[in-house]
């Protein structure tokens, strides 16, 4: 999805029913929009047709590439589309053009594949998901780094899988909203992770074929 002043690219967004029919966007921007009006948040595809996903679904694009309005911070998210967005021009054409005048380009798992494939990570430490890490390394000019849960290299800031763009999210709400904003956010969400069952770090979860 994306956002002018907190962006992500063509994601899910998780929404809630209100009385009234009103939804709300329970994700970390549309937590952190709550009570501002000095945040927009947008999402964009290729063109303004719904988008369905791998589980069904179906997310309603604001705009298409061609009218997408300029963007401050822009959110690519990874996962098994990604493989056919790396090969699509207009999308990769667009996020170059965009990168010019972004304050901070972003990406969750596999995107950063997408920042690869702009051209924008050449020279950068970068991550992704850790079943990612070693096909990543093969073809990028960036360096790769494995065990964090978010890298930040000058503005451009990637996530590893999945969840880890929960803590990138919050980081970037605190530079752009200061950190007391962003621990708002935090408690807000009811953000304290307490997983039930212990994962070695070293572990390698491979991503679906």
């Given at each position: 999805?994306?956002?002018?002043?907190?962006?992500?690219?063509?994601?899910?967004?998780?929404?809630?029913?209100?009385?009234?029919?009103?939804?709300?966007?329970?994700?970390?921007?549309?937590?952190?929009?709550?009570?501002?009006?000095?945040?927009?948040?947008?999402?964009?595809?290729?063109?303004?047709?719904?988008?369905?996903?791998?589980?069904?679904?179906?997310?309603?694009?604001?705009?298409?590439?061609?009218?997408?309005?300029?963007?401050?911070?822009?959110?690519?998210?990874?996962?098994?589309?990604?493989?056919?967005?790396?090969?699509?021009?207009?999308?990769?054409?667009?996020?170059?053009?965009?990168?010019?005048?972004?304050?901070w380009i972003c990406s969750?798992?596999?995107?950063?594949?997408?920042?690869?494939?702009?051209?924008?990570?050449?020279?950068?430490?970068?991550?992704?998901?850790?079943?990612?890490?070693?096909?990543?390394?093969?073809?990028?000019?960036?360096?790769?780094?494995?065990?964090?849960?978010?890298?930040?290299?000058?503005?451009?800031?990637?996530?590893?899988?999945?969840?880890?763009?929960?803590?990138?999210?919050?980081?970037?709400?605190?530079?752009?909203y200061g950190e007391d904003?962003?621990?708002?956010?935090q408690g807000l969400l009811?953000?304290?992770?307490?997983?039930?069952?212990?994962?070695?770090?070293?572990?390698?979860?491979?991503?679906?074929?």
């Amino acid at each position: 999805m994306s956002i002018s002043h907190g962006a992500k690219f063509v994601t899910r967004c998780d929404a809630t029913l209100r009385p009234g029919g009103r939804r709300h966007s329970l994700d970390v921007f549309g937590a952190a929009n709550w009570g501002r009006d000095d945040m927009q948040i947008v999402t964009l595809a290729s063109r303004r047709d719904h988008v369905r996903g791998v589980n069904g679904l179906k997310v309603l694009p604001d705009h298409d590439f061609a009218d997408a309005p300029q963007l401050d911070v822009v959110i690519v998210p990874g996962g098994l589309g990604t493989d056919m967005l790396i090969k699509n021009e207009a999308a990769l054409e667009w996020l170059r053009g965009t990168a010019k005048s972004a304050r901070w380009i972003c990406s969750v798992c596999t995107g950063s594949f997408v920042l690869e494939a702009a051209g924008l990570t050449e020279g950068r430490r970068i991550t992704t998901h850790s079943g990612a890490i070693g096909q990543l390394r093969s073809i990028t000019l960036g360096e790769v780094v494995e065990g964090q849960r978010y890298v930040v290299d000058g503005n451009v800031v990637t996530a590893a899988g999945v969840s880890a763009g929960i803590d990138m999210s919050l980081w970037l709400i605190g530079q752009i909203y200061g950190e007391d904003h962003a621990r708002t956010v935090q408690g807000l969400l009811e953000y304290y992770p307490a997983p039930p069952y212990a994962v070695e770090l070293t572990m390698h979860h491979e991503m679906p074929a």
